[in-house]
């Protein structure tokens, strides 16, 4: 699996956080809805090690004359032996050791006439690199040389003779080891460039989608700003963490224009401060024929005393709808008082209930009866204290819902290699939207996620 789609299933898992927030769309165009989503990336050490292990292998240097280098007598050969590990190191450094095994033979005599003896050895070549982010998506790194470990320096045994070839083997790897350097930044710096990956997944992504067939509904996603913060090197990972802002908008009836494509993706803007909670808004829908349906199982029929017993006043009918930003209960009745009352509020959210409620309520009483309207305050006592006491629409189910398909959502596998951990640490309805035929509950959601990255491919 490479970077692409690996960066596609990325954009593909926040996309289908909005495609559920929009699961329920209203015949209207939703207002565009703002939100941040902040995601810790942890990428191993290990997909270092695999990189620069497939950059560096092999015979390394080889120098097959004798005569060369003023007629040093000198033949030599370094191969990369076994893996090269990587430690971390403080201040976002890492520590590459390569193995090397060294094949090397030395002419000893004078006037052309030489004897000559190999030997084979190892040792350790390392290097010292340190890590940081561009803003333009790369991984750069300034790889600097630390010398070498040997586990037994050379010595040539010409009987009599005993020639030690350290010196010469230095020179060659130093001059060799300085060239390294350069290959490991090169190929890091290739191949974690997610800039061109980015762009393409960045424009598919933007793209319309037509979510409801039924409402020829169309959501279209718009990211915005991205931030991260500086690389964080550990023992085992690099960690850092990606924030994005996003808009969420909802077209009904025609599909959006498309985003004009982009050639690069926004650089990102260095924030130290990004937390590790983000805030995710998403949307559900009621439609008043369900709030209307909800207000009848709760009052229709129902009888209640207005100054006596004898005297009581019957709900014959209850209706629901929208009035600009408020909710209208419109409750006919008859007895003690016979019209139709009209009972208008501002939606708000009863927390203790999971529920919608009435707050600052107006009542208004249309009766034929002139005898009944002294009444009236009696009556509007009661059937407000009983509409704002008893009335409400359940958001329970609408909350489990959300929490149980972002939990989904938040732990799986999308693609082999990454992988998403995450929790949602609370979810509360905090606004609600009228219109004309629709309650839109936008939900705001504190949540955790955790992106692992392995098994990268290059």
Request: aromatic share 12%.
């Amino acid at each position: 699996m490479n970077i692409y789609k690996k960066t596609q299933a990325l954009l593909f898992f926040i996309y289908s956080l909005f495609i559920f927030s929009q699961s329920s769309i209203p015949v209207y165009t939703l207002p565009k809805i703002k939100s941040n989503i902040t995601l810790p990336v942890s990428l191993p050490v290990s997909e270092i090690n695999n990189l620069i292990n497939q950059s560096v292998k092999g015979v390394l240097y080889e120098d097959q004359s004798y005569t060369d280098n003023n007629n040093d007598q000198f033949k030599v050969r370094v191969e990369k032996q076994g893996n090269i590990a990587i430690k971390a190191l403080s201040n976002n450094r890492l520590m590459i050791s390569v193995p090397l095994k060294v094949w090397a033979e030395k002419g000893y005599g004078t006037l052309g006439y030489y004897m000559y003896q190999d030997t084979n050895f190892n040792l350790i070549m390392n290097f010292i690199t340190s890590l940081a982010a561009t803003p333009d998506w790369k991984l750069s790194t300034k790889t600097t040389t630390a010398g070498f470990v040997w586990t037994q320096k050379p010595v040539l045994d010409y009987g009599k003779v005993k020639i030690p070839i350290a010196s010469f083997i230095e020179s060659v790897l130093k001059e060799q080891q300085n060239k390294f350097t350069t290959v490991i930044d090169q190929q890091i710096k290739s191949q974690f460039n997610l800039q061109p990956q980015l762009v393409m997944a960045w424009n598919q992504f933007s793209k319309p989608i037509n979510v409801s067939q039924e409402y020829n509904t169309w959501l279209k996603i718009s990211p915005q700003n991205t931030y991260m913060t500086p690389l964080q090197v550990f023992q085992d990972k690099i960690k850092t963490t990606v924030g994005i802002d996003l808009f969420s908008e909802t077209f009904v009836g025609k599909m959006p224009l498309p985003t004009k494509d982009v050639t690069s993706i926004p650089n990102f803007v260095v924030r130290p401060d990004l937390q590790n909670i983000f805030n995710l808004q998403t949307t559900a829908n009621i439609s008043f024929d369900e709030a209307t349906k909800i207000a009848r199982q709760q009052f229709l029929n129902k009888e209640f005393p207005l100054n006596s017993e004898k005297n009581k006043v019957k709900v014959d009918d209850i209706k629901v709808y929208g009035e600009k930003e408020n909710i209208v209960i419109e409750v006919k009745t008859q007895g003690g008082v016979t019209g139709t009352a009209f009972i208008k509020g501002k939606p708000a959210y009863d927390v203790q209930g999971h529920k919608i409620v009435l707050t600052q309520t107006d009542f208004n009483l249309k009766t034929k009866n002139f005898f009944q309207k002294a009444l009236t305050v009696l009556f509007e006592g009661t059937i407000r204290k009983m509409i704002e006491k008893d009335y409400g629409i359940p958001l329970m189910d609408i909350e489990n819902s959300s929490k149980k398909s972002l939990m989904e959502s938040f732990n799986k596998e999308y693609y082999k290699g990454i992988r998403l951990q995450g929790n949602v640490i609370e979810l509360k309805p905090t606004q609600f939207l009228i219109s004309e035929s629709y309650i839109t509950v936008v939900i705001d959601t504190k949540a955790q996620l955790q992106i692992n990255i392995s098994g990268l491919s290059f």
